[in-house]
T-cell receptor
């Protein structure tokens, strides 16, 4: 059981380049999330999805786009990367119900130079 | 809005010492409360949870009790090990919310 898989694990981008981070889960979870983690700031929600074909903005959505075309996949896109987007990105998923915790991926470390 | 406040770290303890990491929250209604642990270079892992007042969550020797009257969910362990060195996050989620609110995290270092 793989859980939540994120690709790539590491990436270096130049300012202005674009890229897509892929998150895949094999637990048939409805809900999926993208967070960024920065030193001293904890986890901040970028975008999330409550089911296939749906997306919604989180706390820090600017500069990012997402898509959930298939239930098991949640893509995070950066159209024009900026140094302020240097961070560690985590994807998470959960099942329905108040009592479910999240299952996290192992993260993508992105550096924008 | 909902929020979680954790004690600031870093926390440094000797092996076999007693651990307490304080967590208090602000939320309407009756949220579920969680502790997550993040080991170096990894994602967060669910450590324990409690879903109603006076519930005690426990796992791997760690415990936390949901205290509605003090809006707290403090993490405790009686005897820490070097392998417990990690960052610990307190979090909450209400039934009518789609996302979880996390505290800033507390870094724990256990020395042999």
């Amino acid at each position: 059981n793989a859980g939540v898989t994120q690709t790539p694990k590491f990436r270096v981008l130049k300012t202005g380049q674009s890229m897509t981070l892929l998150c895949a889960q094999d637990m048939n979870h409805e809900y999926m999330y993208w967070y960024r983690q920065d030193p001293g700031m904890g986890l901040r929600l970028i975008h999330y999805s409550v089911g296939e074909g749906t997306t919604a903005k989180g706390e820090v959505p600017d500069g990012y786009n997402v898509s959930r075309l298939k239930k098991q996949n949640f893509l995070l896109g950066l159209e024009s990367a900026a140094p302020s987007q240097t961070s560690v990105y985590f994807c998470a998923s959960r099942g329905q119900g108040k009592h479910y915790g999240y299952t996290f991926g192992s993260g993508t470390r992105l550096t924008v130079v | 809005g909902d929020s979680v406040t954790q004690m600031e770290g870093p926390v440094t303890l000797s092996e076999e010492a007693f651990l307490t990491i304080n967590c208090t929250y602000t939320a309407t209604g009756y949220p579920s409360l969680f502790w997550y642990v993040q080991y170096p270079g990894e994602g967060l892992q669910l450590l324990l949870k409690a879903t109603k007042a006076d519930d005690k969550g426990s796992n791997k020797g760690f415990e936390a009790t949901y205290r509605k009257e003090t809006t707290s969910f403090h993490l405790e362990k009686g005897s820490v090990q070097v392998s417990d060195s990690a960052v610990y996050f307190c979090a909450l989620r209400r039934a009518d919310n789609n996302d979880m609110r996390f505290g800033a995290g507390t870094r724990l270092t256990v020395k042999p």
